[in-house]
């Protein structure tokens, strides 16, 4: 006759679980995050952990402790479409879904399912149960915000980019609108001198507007090459 096991007081120690939360390594990488998460919940909220994790069409298992190596590639089981929402407590396990479905420009999705077990009996309770579920949403939370802090670097570079981009395009169109106005010709014929002089100068082209738009041509014939002698002129 087997005995009954014997609950386990006091197994999970919460401490130990939100001071390792604390100290949780960030990155936009779930495959990361989780395993520092394993890392932490082994042994402070239970005895083993398994992840099972699909990202991208992709799935793979983590584990702590670590699995032994084996000659026969390890599965990740597809996610059931319906799932519970909350923590799911079992014989000696705690199972809670890992849901981020959608889709940003800083990384897919990702999805999957975390279960904690026990080996010596010990039953989790509703607040195990609570906790585990806290610290999944808080790992989730991490990676978005991860995610969402290397979007908004990289959109304020590309605003940069683009302002930088819109400042010079303004440069050059103040000194077409100046040789336009100046000398009576079209903008092609404008922006065709300021090119020719840019290239007989080995000038970058928004130098040579700026010094368009701050001491004009003459009014004289600004398709000739003498223009280029102004253009020197009025760097000195």
Same mark, same amino acid.
């Given at each position: 006759m087997v005995e009954a096991s014997i609950p386990v007081p006091g197994r999970v120690d919460v401490n130990a679980a939100v001071t390792g939360l604390r100290h949780l390594e960030a990155s936009p990488e779930p495959a990361? *995050?989780?395993s520092h998460l394993a890392a932490i919940g082994v042994p402070a909220v239970c005895d083993d952990i398994v992840i099972d994790l699909v990202e991208n069409g992709h799935g793979y298992r983590i584990r702590q402790p670590a699995a032994a190596p084996s000659t *026969?590639? =390890? %599965? *990740?089981?597809?996610?059931p479409p319906s799932r519970p929402t909350g923590p799911v407590r079992g014989p000696h396990t705690v199972t809670v879904t890992v849901d981020s479905p959608e889709r940003t420009a800083a990384g897919s999705g990702f999805s999957g399912m975390l279960t904690c077990s026990w080996r010596d009996g010990? =039953?989790? %309770?509703p607040a195990d149960a609570s906790l585990i579920g806290l610290m999944v949403d808080h790992t989730v939370a991490l990676i978005h915000r991860e995610r969402l802090t290397g979007t908004v670097v990289e959109l304020q570079g590309r605003a940069q980019q683009l302002s930088g981009t819109l400042a010079r395009s303004r440069r050059v169109a103040s000194a077409i609108g100046v040789v336009m106005a100046l000398h009576h010709v079209d903008q092609a014929q404008a922006m065709d001198l300021l090119v020719r002089i840019s290239d007989r100068t080995q000038r970058d082209l928004q130098d040579v507007a700026d010094t368009v738009s701050a001491h004009p041509l003459p009014a004289a014939d600004p398709l000739r090459a003498g223009d280029l002698r102004w253009l020197r002129c009025s760097r000195e």
């Open positions: 990361l *995050v989780f *026969v590639p =390890e %599965t *990740v089981q597809p996610i010990y =039953e989790p %309770t």
